[in-house]
């Protein structure tokens, strides 16, 4: 893990970088060169004066590598003849706007919470979008949080990108392909967690990975009524699911009573309102609730009879993330109890989130399922890995837990949403998430530095 050192200026008019103390390099007096993000300065380089375990950066070297006079903390290391000055993360996103409190929208407090871990971490992260772009001087304007408010400040392309874009239009844009290309092939700059999945795709790679079947709900591409009949037939239930929606908007779920011979179908309407409706036909239910919408749109996906709570279906959501060193860890774990009548468990839809302590009273039972959830979490990272393309660092799983105990993967989503970070208990876990995600460029910037033909998409 990079130690972080406290950094001091100091006026001078020549560039000088004052190693810390405990900087332990093997040919520190060999370093005339000090690099930060994309920007090399050749820089005189020596130990501290005073013996401090502090940087210290002169006004003329901070000028020259675009160092912003506010951060106050940097990670250091040596590699032929050149010191790195903390990682320079760009954090790239969409829908920024006119207004100095909330430039990203909506979005702002997010990337604020986001920016705060900056000391802890010696990163020097920041925001920006492709209009901040100085492709002809090499440059960013980007959007920096001290505490104090959003500043804008211009600096050196980075050493690696984090893909924050909001939604799959934004993603679509051909000018961000144009600008993760050019960043990446000509500047040789890692962009992780690219694009959103497709969940019929991910399903359809893992299906053949024998590592992950056990945890994988049948699922299809829509093909006819007939196929839902049948499956109906085999599972009693299934959920039509848009094949790119998000938050639980357009899910449906068709269960079938063979007593009665009748179907259901539970939905939420345009106007938020939860619905149950009855046909005798699963042609007529078809014909009904999806008369204005195609449903080559949607995946028929198995329905589980997952364990509930008071009547109410719980669903649980485990996020991941790659640390410092690369490796997976589980960085949360909460349960989400169905609103009632909700056909999702999602917050917008009456959801509540719950710790597993909460849904769990008996510690054996609760111990058993969190094992398991956290093992399937990361065996299935794992395999997500492996089978799509690009630097993959955080995932969110979906998980049911059905009477058995067995374990089911949902839905993963790469852009996972915080919604239940607003759980009381689950507040230092927000903050190890936030911690994780910038941890990660670490690794890739370390990587592409000591192995620059491997980050070559």
Same mark, same amino acid.
């Given at each position: 893990?990079l130690?972080t050192?406290k950094v001091?200026?100091?006026?001078?008019?020549?560039?000088?970088?004052?190693?810390?103390?405990?900087?332990v390099?093997?040919?520190?007096?060999?370093?005339?060169?000090?690099?930060?993000g994309t920007k090399?300065q050749p820089?005189l380089?020596?130990?501290h004066?005073?013996g401090?375990?502090v940087?210290?950066?002169?006004s003329?070297l901070?000028k020259?590598?675009?160092?912003?006079?506010?951060?106050?903390?940097?990670s250091?290391?040596?590699?032929?003849?050149?010191?790195?000055?903390?990682?320079?993360?760009?954090i790239f996103?969409?829908?920024?706007?006119?207004f100095?409190?909330?430039?990203i929208?909506e979005?702002?407090?997010?990337f604020?919470?986001l920016?705060?871990?900056?000391?802890?971490?010696?990163?020097?992260?920041?925001?920006?979008?492709?209009?901040?772009?100085?492709?002809e001087?090499?440059?960013?304007?980007?959007?920096?949080?001290f505490?104090?408010?959003?500043?804008?400040?211009?600096?050196?392309?980075?050493?690696?990108?984090y893909?924050?874009?909001?939604?799959?239009?934004?993603?679509k844009?051909?000018?961000?392909?144009?600008?993760?290309?050019?960043? /990446?092939r000509?500047?040789?700059?890692?962009w992780?967690?690219?694009?959103f999945f497709?969940?019929?795709?991910l399903?359809?790679?893992l299906?053949?990975?024998?590592?992950?079947?056990?945890?994988l709900?049948?699922t299809?591409?829509? /093909?006819?009524?007939? #196929?839902?009949?049948r499956?109906?037939?085999?599972?009693?239930?299934?959920?039509?699911?848009?094949k790119?929606?998000?938050?639980g908007k357009?899910i449906?779920?068709?269960?079938?009573?063979?007593?009665? /011979? #009748?179907?259901?179908?539970r939905f939420?309407?345009e106007?938020?309102?939860?619905?149950l409706?009855?046909?005798k036909?699963?042609? /007529?239910?078809?014909?009904a609730?999806f008369?204005?919408?195609?449903?080559?749109?949607f995946i028929?996906?198995q329905?589980?009879?997952?364990?509930?709570?008071?009547?109410?279906?719980?669903?649980?959501?485990?996020?991941?993330?790659?640390?410092?060193?690369?490796?997976?860890q589980?960085?949360?774990?909460?349960?989400?109890?169905?609103?009632?009548?909700?056909?999702?468990?999602?917050?917008?839809?009456?959801?509540?989130?719950?710790i597993?302590?909460?849904?769990?009273p008996?510690?054996?039972?609760?111990?058993?399922?969190?094992?398991?959830l956290?093992?399937?979490?990361?065996?299935?990272?794992?395999a997500?890995?492996?089978?799509?393309?690009?630097?993959i660092?955080e995932?969110?799983?979906?998980?049911?837990?059905d #009477?058995?105990h067995?374990?089911?993967?949902?839905?993963?989503?790469?852009?996972?949403g915080?919604?239940?970070?607003?759980?009381?208990?689950?507040?230092?876990?927000?903050?190890l998430?936030?911690?994780?995600?910038?941890?990660?460029?670490?690794?890739?910037?370390?990587?592409?530095?000591n192995?620059?033909?491997?980050?070559?998409?």
């Amino acid at each position: 893990m990079l130690k972080t050192y406290k950094v001091e200026h100091f006026q001078d008019e020549a560039c000088i970088l004052y190693i810390p103390s405990g900087f332990v390099v093997d040919d520190d007096q060999g370093a005339g060169t000090v690099i930060l993000g994309t920007k090399r300065q050749p820089a005189l380089c020596r130990r501290h004066p005073n013996g401090r375990n502090v940087i210290g950066i002169s006004s003329a070297l901070a000028k020259s590598l675009y160092l912003p006079g506010k951060v106050d903390s940097l990670s250091l290391f040596y590699k032929d003849g050149c010191l790195y000055t903390g990682v320079l993360i760009g954090i790239f996103t969409a829908g920024f706007t006119s207004f100095r409190l909330s430039p990203i929208g909506e979005r702002s407090y997010f990337f604020k919470k986001l920016l705060s871990v900056q000391s802890s971490l010696g990163v020097v992260p920041f925001v920006f979008g492709e209009r901040h772009i100085d492709w002809e001087n090499g440059r960013i304007k980007g959007y920096f949080h001290f505490g104090e408010g959003w500043e804008i400040e211009e600096i050196p392309f980075p050493n690696v990108i984090y893909d924050r874009l909001p939604n799959r239009r934004s993603e679509k844009r051909k000018t961000y392909q144009t600008i993760k290309e050019r960043l /990446q092939r000509e500047y040789g700059i890692p962009w992780y967690n690219p694009g959103f999945f497709n969940k019929l795709d991910l399903f359809e790679r893992l299906e053949n990975d024998d590592a992950v079947q056990q945890f994988l709900p049948e699922t299809h591409r829509f /093909q006819s009524l007939e #196929e839902i009949e049948r499956m109906l037939t085999r599972y009693q239930q299934v959920y039509l699911k848009p094949k790119n929606g998000s938050l639980g908007k357009g899910i449906h779920k068709i269960t079938y009573s063979r007593s009665l /011979q #009748e179907y259901y179908c539970r939905f939420r309407d345009e106007g938020n309102q939860n619905r149950l409706l009855k046909f005798k036909t699963l042609e /007529q239910l078809v014909n009904a609730v999806f008369k204005h919408r195609s449903l080559d749109n949607f995946i028929v996906q198995q329905g589980i009879p997952l364990l509930k709570e008071n009547n109410r279906v719980i669903d649980f959501r485990v996020h991941t993330n790659k640390d410092e060193e690369g490796n997976w860890q589980v960085s949360a774990v909460a349960g989400k109890v169905a609103g009632s009548g909700s056909v999702t468990t999602h917050a917008n839809n009456g959801g509540e989130i719950k710790i597993l302590a909460e849904l769990f009273p008996d510690e054996e039972e609760r111990q058993f399922i969190e094992d398991a959830l956290r093992e399937a979490a990361l065996i299935l990272s794992h395999a997500i890995e492996r089978n799509l393309e690009g630097f993959i660092g955080e995932i969110g799983f979906d998980f049911g837990v059905d #009477e058995n105990h067995h374990i089911w993967m949902f839905e993963a989503n790469s852009k996972p949403g915080r919604s239940i970070f607003s759980h009381p208990h689950l507040k230092s876990f927000d903050l190890l998430t936030r911690k994780l995600a910038l941890s990660f460029g670490v690794f890739l910037t370390k990587q592409s530095l000591n192995h620059p033909e491997e980050m070559i998409p």
